[in-house]
């Protein structure tokens, strides 16, 4: 749900930096808004923040499906970013109209496209419940702990929300385990699209300068919320500045980042350095390999292919940038220095070393058995039949049937009582299968496993048989019945019994399969997964117990706000500039996929300010899910929407190096700029612009 | 030329080791015949290896290119792996008989058929001449040094040969430089192919089995060497053992492994575990994505895209291999202990500490300057157009021409006078090119340049300009025709105007692009390769001061021999037994590729002794290039054929871990027994058992 899908090229060359991770970064954290370092703010940069300003921003940043976004005008009207908003820009396209290709322009709120299944959420309050959460788990050990957690959670937020409509409630939980808050949301389930601009603009420069920077991506979109099928009201919005910042000048990011692991252990980051990561991504660039070459197939496969292609794409980009600064010597002692400092810490203080025991130690032990058990549970549990929605539903199907016949205290979590209508959506909602994806992908998976767990592997006997990868693949995917909605709810209605009577291949395969799935599985709850949960909470309670809120939680797809600057970076010598201009956008065009741009900026080339800052780049520490975050200056007022990190921040997942790490932003004045002189959308601006 | 080229299943799964480099492993060490442990042996084995054992088995060694092999017969008679032939029978194929595929059966000597270019070395003697070729270094210093050397070698050569025709002397370094010694040859030209089985046998179990065992492979063939027209006398021969050795019986291993890095310094292994291996491997898992893909269009397309997929699988085993042992930290551990014992006894000997100074931390720097331009160096340089024939022409026709008009002590070292002829028939022999897979390589070079340099990157818009990687690609290689000798020999001999006036896009490509790849390896060759090369002979000059010759030389594609036994090995708790048998085939057989059988197999099955020993392991330490190599029995007498190593063989590049470690052999029961029963070849069997 926080995938930063930054659909924009690629210093990767400049990734072989010596990063750190001093204790003090200037800029560093995603803080909530409850806990904003206002002080320190004030120190660094002379400027006030008061609770006023933090419940204006507050009010106007809005939470949508795996991304931010702000209001920008009385009516409801919101920025994004456009590859925030291009399943709906797909689904409100037709026949012969290409919205994503063509982008959406609207002239009258008539023509504003309702976003199907889009919603938004406004935070409107946050409630400490650490206390009456703790207590409902004290005395209590394994799935009851979990289940009264869990319990005394939703009392929280059903007293919270107060059965309200239009109000959600959710438990979120801070510093793994140290804290728990209910955040209640104002939703908007009357999402409408505004204005998108052509993907091919959007994202400009495609995956060459995805992560990069300079760049020229009017990566920006705008949406409005409704209610009673009217434009809602919302007094509460960011100012428009169409004027880009100069440099040097403070800005801040409000938003959710969706998850960071900065408070792993030592012993888990060079599990990950050496184990988790290079294989996920050897398998992700055969993969790749894969669908470049089917799209080089033709036109049709390459439009089938390039919807996996970007999200594999995107995915190996970020691996490759944590891989990178894992590989770091300089970072990773860093990250030493500091886990030798809390356990100092910890060991100078009897009570709260008696409390806690050793959790490292826990941790590193149960490395060992993620070492031992990785392949095994990666191909048959966590990263089966990857990508193949076929698979995905028949897994779903003979599990849900499977535990659905027992009581719910025996069940899978994801099949418990509660969670069951989540599933039955995922399972029922209409997605579109394309039987030759689907077959590339079961086959890559089949093939992987094969060579990675080995021929000899009773499991892959059981897969495989006497197939071969590609005509096992072959046969499931022509055989199967489940791509039709109708099936699948026959089969999710029929329970258990209907599943086993089904003759549909993927379920049989499943059928067939899962055993050997759900062995791992247990094999990694008991000895990975369990251990280390418990042995983080044990290290957030230590740390919170030493460092108390003077550090800000790991992400948790939560708002909360980062200060910084706008400012380049030097890298081995050489300087990147904070800014780039319209003007450079010819210079880089090439008329050539992914640098080719769409007519209406060719013909608008000469009414353009060649002088317009296009995007830029701050000190602000982001990850994904941040995408579509108002950026603002100190007075409050919007100057940009956040899009991307530049390479440098991928380590941002374990780590923050102020020195390097930045945010890339679209700016308003580049968006004003191109709405009023490429797109001549006059009415939105002057929204904007609040005339 | 010391590729490792088995082609024949993985225990990645059993990767996860941990491995040691515990300084005196049993049946460690790719031993000189000159310098052979043999008390040892006795010692540890009780079996004595004498003067005239060592001599009976060297001269029935044979090195053929890349591989090695055996004399079995006083015909000239010679065991090898199937692999090593593969472009043997290839040739000797015509329109409706694919030899590959259905195997090269002889009735008599008469259809016994030529393979065009195969050479056959026989080592007569080794001669030492370290003192001579360091008397001529020194004193002197960079490009006169080298010169100086490489004349006395040649001058060492042609005394010890003394232009007898037939023999052949080559100076072979080693320990890195602390010993030379002139290797002479009797060498065959005329070597014909006498018995190749079919493919789908020989390798069966493909790339999945390929490095692991258990495994069914009669990867085994016979050639003959002739002299004058006529079988050649060879009287000294490996006597044929149609027997199975026992478990725990010794073993040795005569032949050619390729090359080792286990003098590497620690900074040298952080950096290819860091940098240099993992960007190989994503890329090469991109490439291998992409054959797979483009494969599977059609029979066609799978034909011409397997030559390259077996290379590129089998590259990319080896180097996940040398990946996982670099990441294991049990293995660098000992890797340190041995650097810093060797360091301490440096230290403690003031003259030799004096007198080669600090070379670890001149190799330590120089991994710096590796850091800053591995990318550049290695996408515009070491692996620019990587795969691509016709941008590999090009290269040599564009640099040919540049240097040949410079005086020799001024060209880059490939095109000094003396190595002009060997360049000229790389150049000018006629190889097929498949423009479809040229295109398909130069574009994945083209799309990874741009993503790892960057589109910012000058030496990008030099490659790229206006253009996309797939339409340059494609452009180029459509218009090249470099693919005709013809065309290539007229480039050739006009020289750097010729090719200057060329208006072959390839070499226009070339002229254009080359001067940053130039100028890259001149900052590596002054950096990074220079440096290191100097300091490592001061690392082996040390090492040999301290240790003397009781350390074997890292491997160098020389005769070397091993010992060992036959043994299975335990990992995690698993037993991997020492043997295969036949009746194991039909249970691992499906029916689909890689583990169809050939027809003359399923014809067989009943008249073949299912207790047969099909394949072995032993814990000989061999490494690329002992493909093909005698096993030999403490009689001398042969009982298999080295085709391949276990998974945990591939660290052995950076150290030989006993404990898993593994040869493995075809054995020479199977061979007879398939001799006999599947192909009904009598007298090459009534030949081998001298009948």
């Keep these: 749900m926080t995938v930063f899908r930054t659909f924009a090229g690629a210093v990767l060359a400049a990734l072989f930096a ?19 370092p206002a002080a320190k703010v004030q120190s660094d940069y002379g400027v006030k923040i008061d609770k006023p300003w933090l419940d204006r921003v507050q009010a106007a940043a809005v939470r949508i499906p795996g991304c931010s976004a702000s209001l920008v005008s009385k009516a409801g009207l919101v920025l994004t970013n456009n ?3 291009v399943d709906c820009t797909k689904a409100l396209s037709k026949a012969g109209q290409d919205y994503v290709k063509d982008g959406f322009l609207t002239d009258a709120r008539s023509d504003e496209g309702k976003c199907p299944g889009m919603t938004a959420e406004v935070l409107i309050s946050i409630t400490d419940v650490t206390g009456q959460i703790k207590a409902a788990g004290e005395g209590k050990v394994g799935a009851a702990y979990v289940q009264a957690k869990e319990a005394a959670q939703a009392v929280a937020e059903k007293t919270i929300c107060n059965d309200v409509p239009g109000r959600r409630c959710q438990t979120i939980s801070f510093y793994r385990g140290g804290q728990y808050k209910v955040y209640m949301y104002r939703r908007y389930t009357d999402v409408r699209l505004v204005f998108a601009p052509e993907f091919d603009i959007a994202f400009f420069g495609g995956d060459p300068d995805n992560f990069n920077f300079p760049r020229f991506d009017l990566d920006s979109a705008f949406l409005r919320l409704y209610d009673g099928d009217k434009p809602a009201a919302t007094p509460q919005f960011l100012k428009w500045n169409p004027n880009a910042p100069a440099e040097g000048s403070m800005t801040f990011v409000a938003g959710n980042p969706g998850s960071t692991d900065r408070l792993l252990t030592v012993s888990q ?17 055969e993969l790749r390999g894969r669908l470049i070459q089917f799209g080089e197939q033709g036109p049709e496969q390459k439009r089938i292919a390039n919807e996996p292609l970007f999200g594999l794409e995107n995915s190996f980009k970020v691996y490759f940038g944590r891989q990178m600064v894992l590989n770091d010597k300089a970072f990773m002692d860093a990250k030493r220095a500091a886990e030798a ?36 549970y990666r191909q048959l549990e966590s ?24 009581p719910d205290a025996e069940r899978m979590s994801d099949y418990a009582e509660v969670r069951l209508p989540l599933e039955a959506k995922r399972l029922l909602d209409p997605r579109p299968v394309d039987p030759q994806i689907e077959t590339l992908q ?6 992987k496993t094969r060579e990675y767990l080995t021929v000899d592997a009773p499991a892959v006997k059981t897969i495989l048989g006497k197939d071969s990868p590609d005509a096992l693949a072959a046969r499931l995917v022509a055989g199967s019945k489940l791509a039709d909605p109708a099936v699948r709810k026959a089969l999710w209605d029929g329970g258990l019994a209907a599943v086993m009577a089904s003759d549909d291949p993927m379920i049989q395969f499943v059928l067939k399969t899962d055993p050997d799935a759900r062995a791992v599985r247990t094999i990694w709850e008991s000895s990975v997964s369990g251990p280390t949960d418990r042995a983080a909470g044990k290290i957030a309670q230590a740390r919170f117990a030493v460092y108390g809120e003077s ?23 050489a300087d990147v500039p904070a800014f780039t201009r319209i003007g450079g956008l010819w210079d880089r065009a090439t008329g050539q996929e992914p640098f080719a741009l769409p007519q209406r900026w060719i013909d608008a080339k000469d009414k353009l300010n060649p002088d317009t800052v296009f995007d830029f780049v701050s000190t602000n520490d982001i990850i994904g899910g941040n995408s579509g975050s108002p950026v603002i200056n100190a007075k409050g007022e919007v100057i940009g929407a956040a899009f991307d990190g530049n390479i440098h921040s991928l380590g941002g997942a374990y780590g923050y190096d102020g020195r390097v790490n930045r945010t890339v932003v679209v700016s308003t004045a580049a968006i004003t700029e191109a709405l009023t002189k490429v797109y001549g959308r006059t009415a939105l601006v002057q929204e904007l612009l609040g005339k």
């Design 18 to 36: 010596t990063a750190a991770v001093a204790p003090a970064w200037a800029d560093e954290g995603m803080w909530t808004f409850d806990n904003f």
């Design 341 to 376: 400092e809390l356990r100092a810490k910890v060991a100078a203080d009897p009570k709260l070393s008696a409390e806690i025991g050793d959790p490292w130690a826990d941790i590193a032990a149960a490395q060992k058995a993620y070492a031992d058990n990785f392949l095994v």
């Design 383 to 406: 990263e089966a039949g990857r990508g193949s929605r076929l698979f995905g539903w028949a897994r779903t199907l003979v599990r849900a049937g499977q535990e659905r016949a027992k």
């Design 442 to 447: 079961m086959e890559h998976w089949l093939l």
């Design 551 to 573: 550090v800000y939680p790991d992400a948790t797809f939560s708002l909360r706000l980062s200060y910084g600057k706008v400012a380049g970076w030097s890298y081995r010598g």
């Design 83 to 85: 590859h925030c908003v």
């Design 269 to 285: 980051l060079e599990t990950l350095r050496d184990l988790g990561i290079p294989i996920g991504q050897l398998q992700r660039s």
